[in-house]
């Protein structure tokens, strides 16, 4: 009788110990599954972190890049306004700065083609008044007659704060001719030739 209980007891114990095995086991590869997984969605996470910090470097690099680039591009811009101007004013300086002889023939050209009716007033900067002598202005106003105009062009005792060239006066208007009024008409059209001069 004691023996048979042996053997009961030793079955129910294999078998608890067997059962024990069996969901220690389970239990092992449910823990090695959870933690597998939860591996898979940590280096997933951590990839998709650093994709988008790259993304986020990449697009914060280029912004960095396009701004120094239009800085760049504004400040040579600059530059070649600033060279330009330069040009022009040297142009301005030459101009004015000719000979007499060369400078009266200017003026004379200059007188010939802008007035109108040979009537009108004409107005220069201080230095110019003593140069325009009367004889100076009764050749222009003989060639303006040869070309069909009145030629009583008048010499106006005021003058002008001009760089030089002149101002024309008519039935109360003014028609500015100086250097500066005539070199800023010109500039718009001049100045994509000017540019291609100095940066080719």
Known sequence: MKEGADRIIKRVLDDAQARAESIKAEASEKANAIESEANEKAKRRKDHILEQARKSATEQKSRIIGVAQLEVRKNLLAAKQELIGQAFQGALDELAGQKDDDYLSVINDLLLEMTDTGTE?????????????????????????????????????????????????????????????????KRDELEHEVAELLFK
């Open 121 to 185: 007033a004409v107005i220069f900067n201080e230095r110019d008044k003593v140069k325009i002598t009367d004889q100076f202005l009764n050749k222009v106003n003989e060639r303006l007659i040869e070309q069909g105009k009145e030629g009583k062009l008048e010499l106006l005792e005021e003058t002008r704060n001009i760089k030089g060239g002149f101002i024309l006066q008519r039935s109360g208007l003014e028609i500015n001719c100086s250097f500066e009024s005539l070199l800023a008409i």
